[in-house]
């Protein structure tokens, strides 16, 4: 156990609705990241949250978007869904500064009908 | 070219035997260089962490850097059934984690 938990664990939607997917961070973890994962492929890294401001932004549209709260814990936005935007969404905490190391919830597995 | 590439197909090893990965980056200002393994329909978990030139043990595992040739591999001694997993290489570097493909291994008993 990572100490990083997301919810939902899983999710359906239709194509054009908005999802709201939740994580905390581990103890201690004061940074957020975001991860898509479609099926056999690896992470697809999506942003960063340190100190309630995004850190860093991969290749995705501004229909993903995301927020810290003062407590570290973080959500992941994404409106007007695809069917492209059907993955595992992973979350991952870690320390600012530190070596890089990030530890994963569990994911969130989205389903876009 | 991806950031970070892992070539290989499915690896099947003989219970006991050694299961060897590797993968490459290209971005030469990577900074730190981990394995996690991830079982079907869980999240990836980290198993090993390397950060100069050189192998780095860890129990069952070895890890290896070369940053001249862009190069990082991972060793499984004895491999054991509950190994069966797929095998991902990252590279870390501006906030982010750059992740391969993956690589299934596949322990036979």
């Known amino acids: 156990e990572t100490g990083v938990t997301q919810s939902p664990t899983h999710l359906i939607k239709t194509r054009g609705q908005q999802v709201t997917l939740r994580c905390s961070s581990q103890?201690?973890?004061?940074?957020v990241s975001w991860y898509q994962q479609a099926l056999g492929q690896g992470p697809q890294f999506i942003f960063q949250?340190?100190?309630?401001?995004?850190?860093g932004r991969g290749n995705f549209p501004p229909r993903f978007s995301g927020l810290q709260f003062p407590n570290y814990s973080s959500e992941l936005n994404v409106n007007a869904l695809e069917l492209d935007d059907s993955a595992l969404y992973l979350c991952?905490?870690?320390?600012?500064?530190?070596?890089?190391?990030?530890?994963f919830g569990a994911g969130t597995r989205l389903s876009v009908l | 070219q991806k950031e970070v590439e892992q070539n290989s197909g499915p690896l099947s090893v003989p219970e006991g035997a050694i299961a060897s990965l590797n993968c490459t980056y290209s971005?030469?200002?990577?900074?730190?260089f981990f394995w996690y393994r991830q079982y079907s329909g869980k999240s990836p978990e980290l198993i090993m962490s390397?950060?100069?030139?050189g192998d780095k043990e860890d129990g069952r595992f070895t890890a290896q850097l070369n940053k001249a040739s862009q190069y990082v591999s991972l060793l499984i001694r004895d491999s054991q059934p509950s190994d069966s997993a797929t095998y991902l290489c990252a590279a870390y570097g501006n906030n982010r984690l750059a992740f391969g493909k993956g690589n299934q291994v596949v322990v036979i008993p």
């Open positions: 991952a905490s870690s320390l600012q500064g530190g070596v890089g190391i990030q530890y």
């Open positions: 971005d030469r200002g990577s900074q730190s």
């Open positions: 103890s201690g973890h004061n940074t």
């Open positions: 949250y340190y100190r309630e401001e995004e850190n």
């Open positions: 390397i950060y100069s030139n």
